[in-house]
């Protein structure tokens, strides 16, 4: 009586379908519950980070499939400060150390790859499904059946909960509701036609929207983060500004809420004329209430585990929310590797949970703690000597080799240094 080892995961964004692909394996059946009707990913741009970005291009083989899209390798990294001086300038090619590369998509693009290599009959291992128009409403993390809206019931051994900021799963393993909080920032995004800004010869001067550079400019509590895609055809620009809890009702999501393009403008007078010049030419911009999850006291419980934004929300500011919900499906693809059967008990299903959590805590939680303290004031008040340091956690960030080669390392540094880990971790749960 040997019944295939079946998975059901709640959410199709970047985070559950990355963990849909990580998942196939032979036989294993794995069906996607998504809410919406998958066709609203927002026109805007993601980055995945090294090592993520090796993980989806080379591992799974989408660099091809993405490359067709536009996909771009970011080169450089360049900071102005107010006066239009040019700060710090980081030439991204540094980052072949760490094996991967640092790669820019349309999120559209991203998703719609993912997509076709999760459903594809020319990868290896069974096909997931994907039912849209599914929305969850409770889980039993015991028995491993998750109820939908209609009432219908799907059981499985494994529930993955990839269902976002305000995931339902995360409460039925939580027992309580724990909503991410306002963190005080918002961020307006556009985008607009590269053909359109190289008419505007003040920013030329200064940039070159065509080049694979990401160009931030910052003030003390605001900054613009500006970069091409689709091979430089577009432009974006992710636009921080302190929250000022702008029109966003809770039955928005925040990608449908429309930002006022004159009050985008005003919020940046006092930058340079050239860095404005994109949000001039912005048609339509969205706005975003930047909310962030403090660490969660666990990610799992008996058949169902959380990934990405339901397990770590955090803030754009390391551009790391994608990477870590890709590098959580692959460390559910390491871990439940030698699953193929369905006859594994809650509490056996349990301990592979237990593991994937130990091993991908303290990474997510303190690039979540980093992107939650680089969200500070950039600047005293009054100056434009920029103190932040963008750098600074790119090793950190980038050596990473998949979730048993950290888990290894976990051990090896556990013996050694737990205590300054656990000093520095204090330090960092201090809230921005
Ligand atoms: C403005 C902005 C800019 C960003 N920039 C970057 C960047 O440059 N780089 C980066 O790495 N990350 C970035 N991120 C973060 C990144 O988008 C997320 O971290 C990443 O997409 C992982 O999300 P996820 O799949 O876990 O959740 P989501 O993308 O939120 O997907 C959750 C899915 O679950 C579905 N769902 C929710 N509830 C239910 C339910 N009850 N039943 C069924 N389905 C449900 C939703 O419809 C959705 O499709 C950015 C985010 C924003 C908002
Ligand atoms: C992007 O450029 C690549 C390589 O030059 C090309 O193969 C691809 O068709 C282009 N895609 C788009 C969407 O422009
Ligand atoms: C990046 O990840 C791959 C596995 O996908 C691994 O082989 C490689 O060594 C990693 N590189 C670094 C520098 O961590
Ligand atoms: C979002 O909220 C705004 C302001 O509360 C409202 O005007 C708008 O209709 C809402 N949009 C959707 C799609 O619900
Ligand atoms: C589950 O099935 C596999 C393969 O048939 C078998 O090796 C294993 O012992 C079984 N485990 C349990 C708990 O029954």
Redesign the pocket.
């Known amino acids: 009586m040997?019944r295939p080892f079946k998975i059901v995961i709640v959410g199709g964004g970047i985070g559950g379908l990355a963990t849909a692909i990580a998942l196939r394996k032979g036989d294993r059946e794995i069906i996607v519950l998504e809410q919406s009707s998958l066709n609203r990913e927002i026109g805007a741009t993601i980055s995945l980070q090294p090592n993520a970005s090796k993980i989806v291009e080379q591992q799974w083989g989408l660099a091809a499939e993405l490359k067709a899209r536009g996909s771009m390798t970011d080169e450089a990294f360049q900071v102005y400060n107010l006066a239009g001086e040019l700060q710090m300038q980081i030439q991204l090619s540094t980052l072949a150390k760490y094996g991967g590369e640092r790669v820019v998509y349309h999120r559209v693009d991203l998703h719609e790859a993912l997509k076709k290599i999760a459903t594809s009959l020319d990868h290896p291992g069974r096909p997931a499904t994907i039912r849209v128009s599914c929305r969850v409403v409770t889980c039993d993390c015991n028995t491993g059946q998750v109820e939908l809206e209609n009432g219908e019931k799907v059981s499985a051994d494994l529930i993955v909960g990839a269902d976002g900021i305000k995931s339902s799963i995360r409460r039925a393993i939580l027992g309580k509701d724990v909503p991410a909080q306002p963190t005080g920032h918002s961020a307006y995004r556009t985008v607009i036609l590269t053909s359109e800004l190289l008419k505007e010869e003040e920013f030329i001067n200064v940039v070159d929207p065509r080049k694979s550079v990401t160009t931030m400019v910052i003030g003390h509590d605001r900054r613009l983060i500006m970069g091409p895609a689709r091979n430089s055809s577009i432009y974006s620009v992710v636009a921080l500004i302190p929250d000022e809890n702008m029109a966003e009702s809770s039955a928005n999501s925040s990608w449908t809420t429309s930002g006022d393009l004159d009050k985008m403008l005003k919020s940046f007078e006092v930058f340079p004329e050239w860095a404005k010049k994109p949000l001039r030419l912005a048609r339509e911009a969205g706005l975003w209430q930047l909310r962030d999850l403090d660490p969660l006291p666990t990610w799992y419980k008996g058949r169902a585990i959380l990934v990405g934004d339901a397990a770590h929300a955090m803030l754009p500011t390391q551009g790391q929310g994608a990477s870590q919900s890709i590098e959580d499906a692959e460390a559910l693809g390491a871990f439940f590797a030698e699953v193929?059967?369905g006859?594994?008990?809650v509490r056996?299903v349990e301990n592979i949970n237990r593991a994937i959590f130990d091993c991908r805590y303290d990474r997510a939680t303190l690039i979540q703690s980093y992107s939650r303290q680089s969200a500070k004031p950039a600047t005293d008040p009054g100056s434009i000597k920029i103190k932040m340091n963008p750098a600074e956690f790119m090793d950190y960030n980038c050596f990473y080799k998949g979730a048993l080669d950290w888990q290894r390392r976990q051990q090896e540094l556990n013996r050694v240094e737990q205590k300054s880990v656990d000093q520095c971790f204090e330090a960092l749960r201090i809230k921005a």
């Open positions: 040997t193929q059967v006859n594994l008990s056996e």
